[in-house]
């Protein structure tokens, strides 16, 4: 294994008849000495992101008992939440073809700023649908960022080394989610008034009337709002550093761009067009597990604060294997560890279903590992080979995180149901993650038969 450091590495290595440079994917630089500065900068944005999805998961909780609403009312938060990256991700598409990804980052720093501050005016406004608003503006900037952020990720260097840089980039993802987890556990979670429970296990807060409901109501949602506020804050720093500081243009404007055209060729792009298939359903996957541990943890008697202290154990997991991941693409292909992590994934969801308790509790924990390396290692296997039309390719994979706005909501229908042939309806929904590794692990295989 080679060292990969900033300063000195040989590039290049001679053909067999010495005459020609090859680049060799073992030696190039991951990370470029004169990148250094913006790669550090914009993986930053890594962790902003993963801060606002994974504070946001446990909210589908909260608001369900500070709103008093079933599970598929309160997943609606991820609609919302996943809904904005659908809406915004084609647009900035385009406006990366009219402007530096700087810009566009810039832009979509502003429309994340301006969803996490109206956390204030709906919380006075005591409006679950306004907390949905301000969800799907914030995603607005999401998906600028994301849809931004990642080519120029890949574009930050050698296209050799291209897919582990951003393996490397989106291993920072995890640590603004574990901020966002530990933040959601210690400063909303555990200081919500109305998920105090009696001697029995019911609500207290069921049982009250409305005038002390409301007392309670006011101050839970203060309890949610100052962390997004608080994010807000940060997220205007972060865009002044960025905002003076000096970005590559990578990104070439192209006064000759068809919209129609290139979806065309995205269209016909096999490979592209089951990547993004993929990506809808590995996301669909990571949010059900993610939001849904909780409901999981508490039909076996742990509290909300609790069952939050699990995903924190899922997202520790999830970061060791990201950087775990990255090691071993030097020696396996991406699309068949692609595979063997799905195959993984499915046999985690099945102890989960099948067995439950604290058992089927460890394995959807456990899950993690195998989701770690799947969204930067789809993203990057979609995209290769599209050259002028990644900004849009890119959209489109952003566009995928769709599928943590649909299916969020049938899980929870499933969860509401109760009981379902014998076994608890909480278990019985993560059959949806099951079929959806199954999809993913098809991709993989399917990637490595025709890339061998």
């Known amino acids: 294994m080679s060292n990969i450091t900033v300063d000195d590495i040989d590039l290049k290595k001679k053909d ?7 680049p060799s994917s073992d030696n190039q630089k991951v990370i470029e000495k004169k990148y250094f500065i913006p790669f550090v900068l914009i993986t930053s944005l890594f962790a902003l992101w993963g801060f606002a999805n994974d504070i946001t998961n446990p909210m589908v909780s909260a608001f369900k008992t500070v709103m008093e609403i079933s599970n598929f009312k309160a997943s609606f938060v991820q609609f919302a939440f996943y809904g904005g990256y659908f809406t915004m991700a084609l647009p900035a598409a385009i406006l990366i073809k009219k402007y530096s990804y700087k810009k566009v980052i810039l832009f979509g720093m502003a429309l994340y700023a301006i969803g996490a501050l109206l956390f204030y005016p709906a919380a006075q406004f005591q409006m679950f649908g306004f907390f949905l608003a ?25 296209k050799e080394t291209s897919t582990r840089r951003l393996n490397l980039a989106q291993s920072f993802n995890p640590i603004g989610s574990l901020t966002g987890m530990f933040v959601a556990q210690q400063f909303i979670l555990s200081k919500l008034n109305s998920a105090e429970k009696a001697a029995d296990g019911s609500l207290v807060y069921s049982t009250l009337p409305e005038t002390e409901k409301a007392i309670i109501r006011a101050h839970d949602l203060m309890v949610i ?12 720093a972060v865009a002044v550093v960025i905002a003076v500081t000096k970005i590559p243009v990578t990104n070439e404007k192209d006064k000759n761009f068809s919209l129609a055209e290139t979806l065309e060729r995205l269209l016909f792009n096999v490979t592209y ?8 359903f590995y996301v669909g996957a990571q949010i059900m597990c993610w ?23 899922a997202m520790v997991l999830f970061l060791s ?11 396996v292909k991406a699309s068949m560890l692609l595979a063997v992590f799905a195959l993984g994934g499915i046999g985690m969801m ?20 195998f989701m770690s390396l799947m969204f930067p290692t789809i993203y990057g296997i979609a995209l290769e080979g599209l050259d002028k039309d990644a900004e849009f390719g890119a959209a489109g994979l952003v566009m995928a995180i769709v599928g943590g706005a649909l299916m969020p909501p049938l899980q929870g229908a499933i969860i509401d149901s109760g009981e379902i042939m014998g076994l608890p309806a909480v278990n019985v929904s993560f059959g949806l993650p099951l079929i959806c590794f199954c999809v993913i692990a098809v991709f993989g295989y399917r990637r490595f038969l025709t890339t061998k």
């Not at 067999?16 to 090859?22: A, D, K, L, R």
């Not at 100052?226 to 940060?234: A, E, I, Q, R, T």
């Not at 067009?273 to 809808?280: D, H, L």
């Not at 508490?298 to 939050?308: D, L, S």
């Open 291 to 313: 939001t849904f541990i909780i409901q999981y943890a508490e039909n076996i008697g742990y509290t909300k604060a609790e069952a939050q202290s699990f995903n924190i154990i």
């Open 350 to 369: 099945t102890v989960t279903i099948f067995v439950g308790g604290d058992i089927g509790l460890y394995a959807l924990i456990g899950t993690s590992i």
């Open 225 to 236: 709002r100052d962390p997004y506020v608080m994010l807000g804050l940060v997220v205007i």
């Open 134 to 158: 301000s969800y799907y503006i914030l995603t607005f900037g999401l998906a600028f960022l994301e849809t931004t952020a990642n080519p120029l990720i890949l574009s930050l260097g050698s």
């Open 16 to 22: 067999e008849q010495g005459e020609h440079p090859v």
């Open 321 to 331: 294997g990201r950087f775990i991941a990255t090691i071993l693409m030097r020696f």
């Open 273 to 280: 067009r089951e990547g993004v298939v993929a990506q809808i």
